[in-house]
């Protein structure tokens, strides 16, 4: 589909719905929000791989990234590997390995972005390595801190990564961290996420960055416990607008599920030293609201995955048995004038994770936890066309 023809699809539904654009008294754009409502979207199957014994096997895909040329990098990080497939599922390339050699990874890779001219940037802990479109490395960024976060493109093809703060491996992060987006080129911080008290144990639902890289070198930027999402302009860091969900109001961490974690924790371990860390487990105040966002289908959209934390009409009940909790809606808004468009329900099992103009990729899960990758066609009709 071309860049017009996603434009024409995007305005009609955002005429269906309705909508009208607010900006703020800045340059920054907000659009006007409507209430939550689902969205009729069909899904079909364009290709499926690893729920076959007879196709490759993955062990944990982390993070995926389109091309230009409509080609998916997917990165599988307990096999140290990337892997390329065209638009049909044929494997075109792979590239990787644990090990120290040209195209190999020292650590597990964790994040892909990939530029307009085709190359491909992984993170993995404290390096984020640059690769031609044919796997071949032309540089690599080495940080005293930590990366092993979102990495991303600007619109002059520099590449831009989440790093911790604190100067120094590990230093100053027993109570508190603090992740910043920093252009790699020139060490320029574009932005920085809000100080968060993570506490000296394990934590849980403590506040974490989300980051994205969208299409014009813009990249979005928030909090996984604010529905209040940056669009920056990739390579000043100038925040053009923000997405937004009003009445997507945080829903407190319940009481019943922090008592029922520590004791499913504890009760499963007859070491008192473990017993005693798993009693002091430390909870964030609220539930995470978002929890993903990446562009995807139709046209110029940008899709938000909803966190548990997510407080409308729309929301899945929260009880104390996280297996139970429904993490498959996802906010969709126009990336030019940031308005919500409607909400979407993605099928079961299968979790999204990048996106181009007519399609979403991402991991399927089926029996025992097994992974497979798939993609789906997606066609999403205009609100009250039905």
Known sequence: MSDRSDLIVTRSIMVAASLVLAATCTDEQVGVQAGPHLLAATFSEEFHIGDNPDERPFAHVVSMAFTANGHLVVVDRDNFNVVVFDDEGREVLEWGGQGEGPGEFETEPAEVAVSEDGSVAVSSFRRVTVFTAEGTIVGSHLSGDLFGGKVAFDGNGHVVAESAAGGELFAGRETESQSHLVRLRDNETIWSGRTVDAGSGIAFFIPRPIVAQLRDGRIAATMSDRYEIDILDGSSGTVLGRLVRPSAMPRPTPEALKAGLRESLTGGTDDPVLAEIYGDVTFGETLPVVSNVFPGPPGRTVWVRRGIGVGDELAPAVGDDMEAWAFHLY???????????????????????????????????GALDVQSVRVLHVVIDPPGSG
């Not at 126009?334 to 079961?348: K, L, N």
């Open 331 to 365: 906010d969709l808004f126009d990336s030019r004038s940031y308005e919500y468009i409607g909400t979407v329900e993605v099928p079961d099992g299968f979790e999204p994770l990048a996106g181009d103009g007519e399609r979403i990729a991402g991991v399927q899960r």
